[in-house]
């Protein structure tokens, strides 16, 4: 019945939707508790009545804020699909500064702070997670191909290692290289336990997206190479690996950004990195949540900066394989 409506009467039907749609995101943001104390402070005549009558002031607002929220996406439809971009990252920056704006921060605090975060924080949080990236990289590539090998001692050995680092979380692993190998007389430092942690956990996950996509090209690409009499070392790198990196890339990024992220555990042995400092500083005055923020913008800003290169090489790599 519903099928043969939206076939006999296709704007009846879109129109129904898009009303459907304003109630539920109204009634979503009733019942999530939203405030009418901005719609008093647009109207303030009507303030004291809408603190009267709270329930139906919180009414107006959710419907009011599901209108304004249809008439923005409206508006951002006539734009073209750039200019669409922008101005929903636009939007929802503002509305996030606002957000943040609103835990009455102290910005001299933070302003006071920032260098060091930066100087200090950022450049440690860099060189930890560049160094872990190419260990990773070296690891995977080496497990993939222990992975697909015919050998059962080189596979047993790459399968209990993807599972054992896979399976156990980072946090521990840092803990364990840092805490356990001075046990059996290896002392190692507090950066050099995070470099090694963070390399042997990604290096597990990564080996899986370099084993899938080797494992993508078709057997007939190795076969071919090994007819003009290429090595097999020469067929994996001359031939299958420049063609899997198209489909290895894209995955390979979101970890190197998710190791980004996660080089903040290395805080727990003491290592000075972005997540280290701003607990630190933030505790000097009681401005944890202040530190906090900005930590995180750095980390976003840094992530951004790891998308934009994802995407570089993306479009390198697609070119040569259009080629």
């Known amino acids: 019945m519903i099928g043969r409506f ?30 009418s104390a901005w719609l008093g402070r647009l109207v303030p005549p009507l ?20 209108l304004i929220l249809a008439a923005n996406w409206k508006l951002l439809r006539l734009l073209p699909r750039r200019q669409q971009i922008v101005g929903v990252w636009l939007e929802l920056f503002v509305l996030l500064m606002l957000f943040f704006y609103s835990f009455d921060l102290s910005f001299a605090f933070i302003a006071k702070k920032i260098g060091f975060l930066i100087t200090q924080g ?3 949080t860099l060189y930890i997670s560049a160094i872990s990236i190419v260990i990773a990289t070296i690891i995977a590539l080496i497990g993939a191909i222990a992975k697909l090998s015919k050998n059962g001692v080189i596979y047993g050995l790459a399968t209990f290692y993807t599972s054992l680092f896979r399976g156990l979380p980072l946090l521990m692993q840092i803990y364990i290289i840092y805490l356990g190998l001075p046990q059996v007389g290896y002392v190692i430092g507090a950066v050099p336990a995070g470099i090694l942690a963070l390399s ?9 997206i370099f084993r899938a996509g080797i494992q ?11 007819a ?3 090595s097999p070392s020469q067929t994996m790198a001359l031939v299958v690996l420049p063609q899997a990196m198209r489909v290895i890339i894209p995955p390979t990024g979101n970890q190197f950004i998710a190791m980004l992220k996660d080089s903040s555990l290395v805080s727990v042995v003491g290592v000075w990195e972005i997540m280290y400092l701003a607990r630190t500083q933030g505790q000097t005055e ?6 906090l923020i900005t930590a995180s913008m750095i980390y976003w800003i840094l992530s951004i900066g790891l998308e934009f290169l994802q995407s570089r090489i993306e479009e390198r790599f697609g070119r040569f394989n259009v080629r």
């Open 6 to 35: 939206i076939l006999n009467y296709p704007d009846a039907a879109r129109r129904t939707g898009v009303l459907l749609a304003l109630g539920l995101v109204a009634l979503s943001l009733f019942a999530m508790g939203v405030s």
């Open 47 to 66: 303030a004291e009545w809408f603190a009267a009558n709270d329930a139906i002031g919180r009414l107006l607002s959710a419907v009011s804020i599901a």
């Open 122 to 124: 950022v450049v440690t």
């Open 200 to 208: 042997l956990c990604y290096g597990a996950y990564m080996t899986e």
């Open 216 to 226: 993508s090209i078709p057997r007939g690409q190795s076969e071919g190479a090994t």
């Open 228 to 230: 003009l009499g290429l």
């Open 286 to 291: 009681f401005r944890h949540i202040e530190m």
